[in-house]
């Protein structure tokens, strides 16, 4: 074959710098079609450069990428005779290539190295032929083509880092980027990631114990960090949800399809978190799950990128509407009734936090551990759905983004700027902390009613609990309510189940893009406590609340118009209630009731006296004074002190 070198420059040309054995592209460099192009050197895009690589560039050294590239064709060849690992890097934190292919032919060849936090896009096929791709720490590998995989096998494998809890006590859920035939188990599939910044091709394989203790151990290092003695994971909490809607006992031998999810325990490390290495080929392309009407079951992001939540569910929301992330929020023991953690959940509406105790939770991301569900389903994330019917969950390559870390969107959640959101939160005596996300949406098809993905239910209620209650369906509970376009006059059904004793408070967590006050109506007490300004603690005796409060966005005004055009007025004087009626309006009834909404009186007169006494025994506080007047009821407030 003719091996052409065809290089089209424009603004600055390619340096070739011998002094130090680069090559630099300042401008922009184009490789046609049916062209050839071998670099020996290490190669440099600068950030003023634009690669576009159309033919196929066979590269003996490293590529630093600090601008933009393109690839509509051809193929890049990382193949290199003289080094063990080349290494893409630089300050863009992206690169794109056609057809990528690893081949190296060096003696002691390990294979091509990602940095971290950076995204590799292949927009095709992906040929490991000869060597292992690295990708290290938080990079990540994206395929878009559509239809099936069509990745060739090769000796080579990818390995990809993911963190996972430290604590023994503590659950991750899941699910593996990458497949050994087909399949994958943890035998052959998931290594010590303990020492991975200084052996990043060659990790430990994990390994296995039943100890009594049920705890895992963390790895053992020599003086140089090296990994000795591998970490060993306790079998006692390998299990995987799948049909049978039931916990299913799993082992590291158990070989597992691609987008089931499976749970597993942390090690106990000293670090902050315990780093792990999944090894294999690569998942790529289309995937399926069958599920069944009812069935909950537990899948996750089965590829090496980050998948999109809201293109997830989109293109499965006939089978489910919302995903269920578990979170561990500080378990120190096995025994499941100490278990603090919690489900996550996100839809198309928004994400909420699990219900934790209350110093974890984070309304914005500015404080605390415990932040919403983002946008995007991190590698290996497990999560759980509840099925609505029959079928098959779709994944593909059209729902795959790069989100790294490093790009700012794993850390932090963002809604859309025409969206707006109220977190209201609630806590429960013994601390733990539920949040409820109410959204408005004005370009969505939301409204009051239940609306397939935008609504979520609790799959982990506690005993203490408030909700949302939508269509006045008094068995289910809501987190995630999606309405359209804000109302000032809008009323959201609210829950509230009180068990324990204590105190229970309702708190305004946080807003986005929303500026109007915010309130609980007390319906019974025809009231309204602005969360704007301050938390509410009902004053309500433990019981279920299914139709006394709602979330409001005015202050509630007391019905007094036919009474305050009659200059009637109600005060409290000398363990009397007095009643003034100037005008001698005509009042049928008269009603009090205290702060919990308890009628504690009730008078019935059918008169017209200027002067109504009723005398008034009852202990300090607040209470409620309702007259009723030819079918009119007007509300008046006193104080007794």
Same mark, same amino acid.
């Given at each position: 074959m003719k091996h052409n070198y065809f290089v089209l420059w424009c603004l600055s040309l390619i340096s070739f710098l011998p002094v130090h054995s680069q090559i630099v592209n300042e401008g922009v460099l184009k490789i046609d079609s049916s062209t050839t192009v071998y670099f020996g050197d290490e190669y440099t895009n600068q950030s003023s450069g634009s690669h576009n690589n159309e033919g196929d560039l066979h590269l003996n050294n490293n590529f630093i990428n600090n601008g933009a590239t393109v690839s509509a064709a051809g193929t890049t060849y990382f193949n290199s005779s003289d080094l063990d690992i080349q290494n893409i890097s630089g300050t863009s934190s992206s690169i794109n290539f056609n057809n990528l292919e690893v081949n190296? %032919?060096?003696? !002691?060849?390990? *294979?091509? %190295?990602? &940095?971290d936090h950076f995204g590799l896009? =292949? %927009?095709? +096929?992906?040929?490991?032929? !000869?060597?292992? /791709?690295?990708? =290290?720490?938080? &990079?990540?590998?994206?395929?878009t083509h559509s239809g099936v995989n069509a990745n060739p096998l090769g000796s080579g494998k990818l390995l990809i880092d993911q963190q996972g809890i430290a604590s023994p006590y503590g659950f991750n859920y899941w699910s593996s980027p990458v497949n050994i035939g087909g399949t994958h188990s943890l035998t052959g599939g998931l290594f010590d990631g303990t020492d991975a910044s200084i052996n990043p091709f060659s990790p430990t394989q994990v390994s296995f114990s039943s100890a009594g203790s049920f705890n895992g151990i963390p790895s053992i290092v020599d003086g140089g960090g090296n990994v000795t003695?591998? /970490? %060993? +994971?306790?079998?006692?909490?390998?299990?995987?949800?799948?049909?049978?809607?039931s916990w299913a006992q799993i082992d590291e031998t158990t070989n597992l399809s691609t987008g089931l999810g499976f749970t597993m325990k942390g090690t106990n490390t000293g670090d902050a978190e315990q780093n792990y290495v999944f090894k294999g080929d690569p998942n790529n392309g289309n995937y399926q799950v069958s599920v069944n009407t009812g069935e909950y079951l537990l899948l996750g992001n089965p590829y090496p990128s980050a998948i999109d939540a809201t293109l997830f569910i989109t293109a499965n929301l006939t089978l489910f509407d919302a995903l269920y992330f578990w979170v561990d929020g500080g378990t120190t023991s096995h025994y499941t009734s100490n278990y603090l953690g919690g489900y996550a959940i996100r839809n198309l509406a928004a994400g909420t936090p699990p219900s934790v105790p209350a110093p974890l939770i984070s309304g914005l991301g500015d404080a605390g551990s415990v932040i919403p569900p983002t946008q995007y389903i991190d590698v290996a994330q497990g999560f759980f759905i509840e099925a609505k019917a029959n079928g098959n969950v779709t994944l593909d390559n059209s729902q795959r983004v790069i989100r790294t870390a490093g790009s700012g969107s794993v850390n932090f959640y963002r809604t859309l700027e025409e969206n707006s959101t109220v977190r209201i939160g609630y806590e429960d005596p013994e601390g733990f902390h539920r949040q409820l996300a109410l959204v408005f949406m004005p370009n969505s098809p939301t409204d009051m009613n239940y609306n397939p993905g935008y609504d979520a239910l609790m799959i982990d209620p506690r005993d203490d609990e408030l909700f949302f209650i939508i269509e006045n369906d008094l068995d289910k509970k809501y987190v995630i309510q999606g309405v359209g376009a804000f109302d000032d006059l809008v009323e959201i059904p609210l829950g509230?189940?009180?068990?324990? &004793? *204590?105190?229970?408070? +309702?708190?305004?967590?946080a807003v986005e893009n929303f500026d109007s006050p915010v309130y609980i109506k007390d319906v019974v007490l025809n009231m309204t406590y602005n969360l704007t300004e301050g938390n509410f603690i009902p004053a309500v005796p433990l019981g279920s609340y299914l139709d006394r409060f709602k979330l409001v966005f005015q202050p509630q005004t007391l019905n007094t118009d036919v009474f305050l055009e009659n200059d009637t007025k109600v005060y409290y004087s000398s363990n009397n209630i007095i009643i003034k009626n100037p005008n001698s309006l005509h009042i049928d009834k008269v009603s009090i009731l205290n702060e919990l909404g308890q009628v504690i009186q009730t008078k019935i007169f059918g008169t017209n006296d200027n002067k109504i006494l009723i005398p008034f025994n009852q202990t300090e506080g607040l209470y409620l004074i309702n007259l009723e007047s030819e079918g009119s009821i007007s509300s008046f407030k006193i104080l007794k002190y």
């Open positions: 190296l %032919s060096s003696v !002691n060849k390990k *294979g091509l %190295s990602v &940095a896009t =292949v %927009s095709n +096929i992906l040929s490991l032929v !000869n060597g292992d /791709l690295r990708l =290290v720490g938080d &990079a990540q590998l994206l395929q003695t591998p /970490l %060993s +994971i306790n079998r006692r909490w390998l299990y995987k949800h799948y049909q049978p809607t509230l189940i009180m068990t324990e &004793a *204590g105190t229970h408070t +309702i708190m305004l967590d």
